[in-house]
């Protein structure tokens, strides 16, 4: 084995070892957000007690929201890398063996480039991609609808001082939002071939 192709091995095998990684924190994240709102709701009657400070109950999920808009980005960087490095690994496989047929591997059917097809927003059929949509869509319902719900709860206490909170976190999800529209455009691998692979393997 070469050092050109040891190096892009230990590469490879790094770099999916830190997206299995980032999967498991994006798990746990989106399992401690959930506690978090089924623990609030789950008193939702005795959250008079705390009085105005039930505004402040919607920061930690706003904090989630923008951690986990980082993780998204951060699982885009990831895929283009292993994508670049498995191709690069492939064409050496192929460069090492010259006599075998150019039809032999069907890259859109193995490694990350088949995962990426089949789940990728960009390029997965119809049905995965609306499911997508309503997975991380949901999870944006459900952080506004905390968000109101506690405002609204919250207004009681503050009468129209309730703005102040609710600015601020308009402030806030702005930014966020944004991070989101760029870190699902990092997940567009397109440029890398997968959408032309992707009508070939089908």
């Known amino acids: 084995m070469s050092d050109r192709l040891q190096v892009l091995t230990a590469l490879y095998q790094s770099d999916r070892a830190d997206r299995a990684t980032t999967l498991t924190v994006s798990l746990a994240t989106m399992g401690a957000a959930v506690t978090y709102v089924v623990g609030t ?53 192929e460069t090492d063996t010259p006599r075998a047929p150019a039809t032999s591997l069907d890259r859109t059917r193995i490694g990350v480039t ?8 960009h390029t997965a059929p119809m049905p995965q991609r609306i499911t997508i949509l309503i997975a991380y869509g949901g999870v944006g319902v459900v952080y506004l609808g905390y968000i109101t719900l506690m405002l609204w709860r919250s207004a009681r206490h503050l009468s129209g001082w ?29 440029d890398l071939s997968l959408g032309s692979r992707a009508g070939r393997g089908r």
Request: with cysteine.
């Open 162 to 190: 309730v703005t102040v909170p609710a600015v601020l976190y308009a402030a806030l999800l702005f930014p966020i939002a944004l991070s989101w529209r760029y870190s699902v455009m990092a997940l567009d691998l397109r």
């Open 41 to 93: 709701v789950a008193f939702y009657d005795k959250l008079d007690l705390l009085g105005w400070a039930i505004a402040l109950l919607p920061f930690p999920m706003i904090c989630i929201a923008a951690f986990h808009s980082l993780l998204v980005n951060l699982t885009g960087i990831r895929a283009r890398s292993i994508l670049h490095l498995e191709q690069a690994l492939l064409d050496n496989v």
């Open 114 to 121: 088949a995962t990426e097809v089949g789940t990728n927003l």
